[in-house]
C-alpha cells in the first residue's frame, strides 16, 4: 500500500497576520519562521489527528499482497 500526497492545501489555517495578533508579535523579525511554523504544526495535528484540516488530494496505490493468477488455474 503506497499513498502519495497529489496537491497539498493551497493555504495555511491562519494568515501571518492573524498569528501575530495572536502571539502579540509587532515586529517584522519573525514573519520568515511564522508561516514554517504554522505549516509544521498543521501537518503535526493531521498526522496525530488521521484527519485532513484542509482540502488535499490523495493517492492511494494498492497491491495484493499475492502473484497474479496463473493462465493455467481457473
Known sequence: MRLLQKISPQREPFTL??????????????????????????????DVTQRSLLKQQWELTLKPPYSPPSPLVR
Open 17 to 46: 497576520e492573524e498569528v501575530k495578533i495572536f502571539l502579540r508579535l509587532s515586529g517584522e523579525q519573525e514573519d520568515a519562521l511564522i508561516p514554517t511554523l504554522l505549516s509544521s504544526a498543521r501537518a503535526y495535528v493531521e
